[in-house]
């Protein structure tokens, strides 16, 4: 399953397929994204991060994509799981002279999976 | 597992009440934050801190005030509770460095009736 558009509130896909979520972010100066996942009833919980200085990280099943170009952001995660089910938010920042800034939150998309 | 907790989880109480909602981390993070969030909405942040003594408003007006004087200690007070206060808020905290995540609590759903 792929989501269409920038941002799209609500993703379905079937078990085992790939999901790919996107975000586009606001802040040119922006240098340091993260990917959050939020299950109901609970805060969110980080699952991948990248720097502006990469176009491209993995982690375990997820893999975080940055095209700086167009301010856009994607989170693909591989075989997708019921346990992915959840709300993903993106959310930027940017280092001022060796400290991070606040991190803003984008609006999230709620990807559910059906088995 | 992040080490930082908040209290209550769930909190339902009348208009005009005075309220505090508690936040505290173990992980000896100098940044704390508050967010507010509501139902499949995004975070909006309403205050921050760099540390001790240290208290920011953040993006979003809030009616609401925070107080650091523990470095652990994060709480957000409500002097006069209304409906419109009703929401998710959401408290988190980080290392003061460059490229360093945020680790959230698990939130306290408010409801102000």
């Known amino acids: 399953g792929e989501s269409v558009g920038l941002h799209l509130p609500t993703l379905s896909v079937q078990e085992g397929d790939n999901s790919i979520i996107n975000c586009a972010y606001s802040?040119?100066?922006?240098?340091?994204f993260i990917w959050y996942k939020q299950e109901s009833g609970k805060g969110p919980q980080f699952i991948i991060d990248?720097?502006?200085?990469?176009d491209k990280r993995q982690g375990q099943r997820v893999t975080v994509l940055l095209n700086k170009t167009v301010k856009h952001l994607s989170l693909q995660i591989a075989a997708t799981q019921p346990g992915d089910s959840a709300v993903y938010f993106c959310?930027?920042?940017?280092?001022?002279?060796?400290?991070?800034?606040?991190?803003?939150f984008g609006k999230g998309t709620k990807l559910s999976v059906k088995p | 597992e992040a080490d930082i907790y908040q209290t209550p989880r769930y909190l339902v109480i009348g208009t005009g009440k005075k309220i505090t909602l508690e936040c505290s981390q173990t992980?000896?993070?100098?940044?704390m934050y508050w967010y507010q969030q509501d139902p499949g909405m995004e975070l909006h942040l309403i205050h921050y801190?760099?540390?001790?003594?240290?208290?920011e408003k953040g993006d979003l007006s809030s009616e609401s005030t925070v107080s650091r004087i523990r470095t652990e200690h994060f709480p957000l007070t409500l002097e006069s509770a209304r409906p419109s206060h009703t929401s998710q808020y959401l408290c988190?905290?980080?290392?003061?460095?460059?490229?360093?995540?945020?680790?959230f609590g698990q939130g306290t759903r408010l409801t102000v009736v």
């Open positions: 988190a905290s980080s290392e003061n460095q460059v490229a360093g995540q945020a680790f």
């Open positions: 802040n040119s100066a922006s240098d340091y």
């Open positions: 990248i720097r502006s200085n990469m």
């Open positions: 959310a930027e920042t940017m280092n001022y002279g060796g400290s991070q800034g606040n991190l803003i």
């Open positions: 992980m000896g993070h100098d940044k």
């Open positions: 801190s760099y540390g001790v003594n240290s208290t």
